[in-house]
């Protein structure tokens, strides 16, 4: 279902609790918003619907993904960029990021998996993680 998007940075910034196999219906719900948002946004973290649980649903190159517990073990080469956000007002902000990053999550059946991911991608997964962590750019 399709979820109104959240805009409270109080809510936003507090840190997200670890998500369990209870909070799959949360995990396709932030899907659902995340595709209804495609022409501007390339992923989500569940607070930014409300609900403060550690999964975010990003685009992979064309293949939506979903993460539950994601978790940066290493990030190398850093660089500064700008990025929006959905959940919050005004123009691009400025950040730093990590052109590649190694990341720890759980799939959507809570297998464990390490996978590493470059460029955009790694972007995207470290706007979404620092959501998680109460991080706004």
Request: charged share 30%; proline share 4%.
């Amino acid at each position: 279902m399709i979820k109104e998007l959240m805009h409270d940075p109080i809510f936003l910034g507090q840190k997200s609790e670890p998500a369990t196999k209870e909070d799959f219906e949360a995990a396709e719900d932030l899907m659902d918003t995340l595709k209804a948002h495609s022409d501007g946004c390339v992923g989500m973290a569940a607070n930014m619907i409300g609900v403060k649980k550690r999964i975010i649903c990003f685009d992979d190159n064309g293949t939506y993904m979903t993460m539950f517990n994601p978790e940066i073990m290493k990030a190398t080469e850093p660089y500064e960029t700008e990025e929006g956000c959905l959940s919050l007002l005004g123009n691009p902000r400025k950040t730093k990021r990590y052109r590649k990053i190694k990341v720890k999550y759980q799939t959507t059946d809570f297998k464990v998996r390490i996978k590493t991911y470059d460029g955009f991608t790694a972007q995207i997964i470290q706007h979404e993680i620092d959501h998680c962590n109460g991080i706004l750019i």
